[in-house]
């Protein structure tokens, strides 16, 4: 019995290093499996995926008179499309005032029977653009000064933005034209009968 144990025992630390490296591996293609399962499961739940591509806003002008019709142009340069949500009576996109170094988001509201007649969401197909205004929300840039328009999006980490200035309305004073009177002297000619001989 003690010749078979002794045998038993030269196998097993024979094979015992065989053994290590076989469940080793075992082990190291388990965790492999499972983790790409944990990754691909990840990725079914994840909806922060990041498009590929970027906004592109635009003025139709650098400067403005105070009461001209200010808009602005949203390009998609995505190759999927966006959805624009009408925030009404907000305005489309957020506007910011630049004062004493800092910019300072400004509000307004447009009246409740604009809204009534609005879209609720806009769908920019890839590469497309829209233009809108802010006729609506004229108050916004009742005063002289500088002007940001930034357009956010969720799933975006870039910041589609358009600055601008307004400017005061020039007022073209008109007088009354001036009417000089100048003296003028015309001379008379009095004829003079002489007396005698003499001229």
């Not at 197909?125 to 002007?147: A, E, M, R, V």
């Not at 969720?154 to 003296?183: C, H, M, R, S, W």
Request: proline share 5%; charged share 15%.
């Amino acid at each position: 019995m003690s010749d078979k144990y002794n045998a038993y025992q030269d196998y097993f630390k024979r094979n015992q290093r065989k053994r290590l490296v076989n469940w080793s591996i075992f082990y190291a293609a388990v965790a492999i499996l499972f983790i790409i399962f944990f990754v691909r499961q990840i990725n079914k739940v994840n909806t922060l995926n990041f498009a590929s591509g970027q906004l592109g806003l635009s003025m139709s002008k650098i400067k403005y008179t105070v009461g001209d019709s200010i808009s602005f142009t949203l390009t998609n340069n995505f190759s999927v499309p966006i959805t624009l949500v009408d925030k009404c009576p907000k305005p489309w996109l957020h506007v910011y005032s630049y004062n004493n170094g800092s910019w300072n988001q400004i509000s307004a509201n447009a009246a409740a029977s604009y809204c009534q007649s609005q879209p609720s969401n806009l769908v920019l197909k890839p590469h497309d653009s829209i233009t809108k205004n802010y006729d609506q929300w004229s108050s916004l840039f009742s005063n002289p000064g500088i002007y940001r328009v930034v357009a956010f999006a969720e799933n975006y980490n870039g910041l589609a933005y358009a600055d601008f200035q307004v400017v005061a309305k020039i007022v073209n004073v008109q007088t009354a034209p001036v009417i000089i009177y100048k003296p003028v002297y015309t001379p008379i000619y009095i004829p003079v009968q002489s007396s005698g001989g003499d001229n």
